[in-house]
Each structure stands twice: as C-alpha cells, then as structure tokens.
C-alpha cells in the first residue's frame, strides 16, 4: 500500500505497516529514526531520532480536522507555565490515496517515560515533587488563553454535547449548565504524562473546557486503583468542589456507564456511586 491506511476508513495503525509512512518522515525532517524505539498506538506512531529528539506522527481523515486545524501540538508551544517537550518543528501531508492527512511533530525527548497505560490497574509510584508540577501546570494551563477548542476523544466538546452525554444517563440532572471555560488538555490520562520527572504531552485535542474537565478525565482513569482515584481528587479539589467539576465528573461517567460500556470495566461500580452523590449534590 502507498501509505499506512491509505483510504479514509477507520485504521488502527498498531497493526498497519507504517514503514513507508516513516521513511517520508525521516526524509522531510533530515533526520533518521531509531526502529528500536518506535512506538504504534491506534492513529499516532512515535519515535526516538538520531539527533536525540522525538517525532510524532499522527493520522487523521480530513472530516476529523476542523477550523481550528489540527496543530496543537505545536500551539501548544506558546502555552506559559505549562512543563512540556519544546516543540522544534512539523511536516504536514495529504495521503495521496484517499481523504487522509498525515502530521509529524518532532520535540524535545520526555525528561523520563510514560507512566502507563490510559487506564491504570496498579498504582504508580509518584513524587510529592511530581504531584506539584501535575498541579502547577494544570493551574497554569487554566490561566492561559486560546481560541481553540477542546476535542476530547476528537469530538469538540460544546454545551450540547455536555447536556445529551449527561442527560442521557443521569436523566435527574435538569440543569446542566457550564458556568467557566477554561483551556484543558482534553485527553489527560496516564499514557500522556511523564515520570519521575513530570511532563505532560500530546496535545493534539487541547483547547477551551468546562472547568475540570483534565482533574475528572484523570481521575476516570484511576477508578480501577482506589487510592489512586481518591488521590486525584484531593490533589484537583477545588475544580471537583466547583458546580461545572461537578458536571465533568458525571460527564466522564457517563463515558463509562453509557450504553457502550464495558460490562466488566472495574470503573463501573466507583463510577456509579460517585456519579449518584455527584448528582444529588447538583439537585441539592
């Protein structure tokens, strides 16, 4: 094939060859890529270069690239009080076989690795150090500014979606009404942020939020370790105690309660005697 899933049908490229994909990478960017180092997920393959940077390539059909385009990785730069990779540069293509672009980013290496999965099972082992610069950067990252706007899951996130995503599981929840927007990175999960030494990367769904939306996406993905959930929600009290915390929480749980849940997800039951609290103290 031309290039790694060539027409604009889903492709999961952790099982599709890339290699064609990454040579063209290695020839726009001068640099070789390390092979021992290449690491596949669903719609973005990364890897060590030789010039001690990494490069990160990501697939997208044209119909998921909206107005504000699909550069957050590299708008994200100018982002002030938030640790991250510096972004150096980016080459960008249309896949000559179907409605498909292709994006690399090359940045900075992580100052340590990936801490795990999206989703843990076991608790990691994290610094108090660690935690400062988790909640550092988030506080910073909510002072900035931008006209983008957040794509979790590469869906926008609007108002409406956030009252049908709510309403459709909590029906008791009439008034679901997001006060303050602020910019979130959209996708905060334990795959994304480094250790020991913090960072946190792959920025490509940033943008405006409802506050909380990263502290109730984490802690989402730490219902399956107790003391790891519970963690999180006293390290971002203050966006869990506000009114639109309280909607995110049960915005992430309806992710997880929804019709398309898992019937053996260990978040399941956590999830679903937060989300009642939750929703009684919004009734309230």
Request: proline fraction near 7%; hydrophobic fraction near 40%.
């Amino acid at each position: 094939m031309a290039q790694s899933g060539s027409a604009g049908h889903a492709v999961d490229l952790r099982v599709e060859p890339v290699d064609k994909v990454l040579d063209r990478v290695e020839r726009a960017l001068r640099t070789g890529l390390d092979p021992g180092t290449v690491v596949c997920k669903r719609r973005s393959v990364g890897a060590r270069t030789e010039r001690g940077t990494w490069v990160r390539v990501e697939r997208r059909p044209i119909d998921k690239i909206n107005d504000q385009g699909w550069n957050g990785t590299e708008s994200a730069a100018r982002l002030e009080g938030v640790v991250q990779p510096e972004w150096h540069g980016c080459v960008v293509w249309r896949d000559p076989a179907g409605p498909v672009m292709w994006r690399a980013d090359e940045t900075d290496l992580l100052p340590g690795t990936p801490i795990g999965a999206a989703v843990l099972s076991e608790e990691p082992t994290l610094s108090e150090e660690w935690w400062r610069g988790l909640g550092a950067s988030l506080d910073a990252l909510a002072r900035n500014t931008t006209g983008r706007v957040a794509t979790p899951d590469t869906v926008t996130i609007t108002q409406e979606l956030v009252s049908a995503s709510i309403r459709g599981v909590f029906p008791e929840v009439t008034d679901t009404t997001v006060e303050r927007w602020v910019p979130a990175h959209a996708d905060l999960n334990w795959a994304n942020m480094s250790a020991p030494a913090f960072s946190l990367f792959d920025w490509e769904d940033w943008g405006n939020a409802p506050r909380g939306l990263d502290a109730a996406t984490l802690w989402a993905a730490s219902l399956a370790v107790p003391a790891l959930a519970d963690r999180v929600r006293r390290e971002r009290r203050h966006d869990f105690g506000s009114r639109d915390g309280k909607l995110m929480t049960l915005f992430v749980c309806s992710k997880i309660l929804g019709p398309d849940a898992h019937p053996e997800d260990p978040r399941i039951e956590p999830a679903r005697d937060r989300a009642r609290q939750v929703a009684a103290a919004l009734n309230s």
